[in-house]
């Protein structure tokens, strides 16, 4: 997807950055947050509001930048050859296995981001859950399936350590990181967001830009 090239600029400030509302595009935004939990009018409405955030989350995160830092959107030579190139690989998969095959990416693509069992390392990882710690990190069996995304606390730390040599930190640095709170399930996190009528996209640690003074 074109969106590797897009994404690669705020997930790079995301990692070295403090959050912040204005800079930081994995916070949810105001309008995301009314739409969610502010507005909602009983436990039930919350619940179900929730529900169908985390559904349709892959879109949300998706457009969330470009919408938030459209400054995100430079379409210069990088952009243009990840353009051509994924579809080129989107025309070879449908001359070579068919249309089906390629919506059974796109709609795969759209079911990992949304209510999949594992899907919930998006929530897990900056989901105010222990007052005054903001990110968490996982250490199941599941990170070696998915190039130990789970280490998160330890990925902010040393956001240029690559995903292979991350197990070796947190063993090195394993009192450190035994510390704070740490997420066990991803989908027990999931089924916590939508049904703890306290959690919502809101409860996020959002700090104020510095000015150049500070």
């Known amino acids: 997807m ?3 090239y897009i994404f690669s600029k705020p997930v790079r400030k995301k990692s070295t950055e403090t959050p912040t509302q204005e800079l930081d595009t994995d916070i949810p935004s105001e309008l995301e947050c009314w739409l ?3 507005s909602a009018t009983c436990y039930i409405d919350h619940v179900l509001r929730k ?3 985390l559904s349709m989350y892959t879109v949300v995160y998706a457009l969330r930048p ?3 830092r459209p ?3 430079k379409y210069d030579y990088w952009f243009l050859a ?5 579809c080129l690989f989107d025309a070879g998969v449908v001359g070579c296995l068919g249309w089906k095959a390629l919506y059974f990416m796109l709609l795969s693509t759209f079911l990992a981001g949304s209510l999949h069992p594992l899907s919930g390392r998006f929530l897990s990882e900056h989901l105010l859950l222990t007052e005054g710690q903001e990110t968490y990190s996982y250490y199941g069996k599941f990170n070696n399936v998915l190039w130990q995304i789970g280490r998160h ?3 902010h730390d040393f956001p240029n350590i690559p995903f292979t040599k991350l197990p070796e930190l947190t063993e090195i640095a394993g009192k450190h990181y035994a510390e704070p709170a740490e997420t066990s399930s991803w989908s027990e996190t999931t089924l916590q967001f939508i049904f703890d009528d306290g959690l919502g996209p809101h409860q996020r640690v959002k ?3 510095a000015s150049k003074e500070e």
């Open 36 to 38: 969610v939990s502010y």
């Open 51 to 53: 529900a169908l955030y």
């Open 71 to 73: 400054e995100v959107m």
């Open 82 to 86: 990840n353009l051509v190139a994924q």
């Open 153 to 155: 606390v330890e990925h």
């Open 207 to 209: 700090r104020e830009v």
């Open 2 to 4: 074109i969106a590797c």
């Open 66 to 68: 470009v919408i938030m």
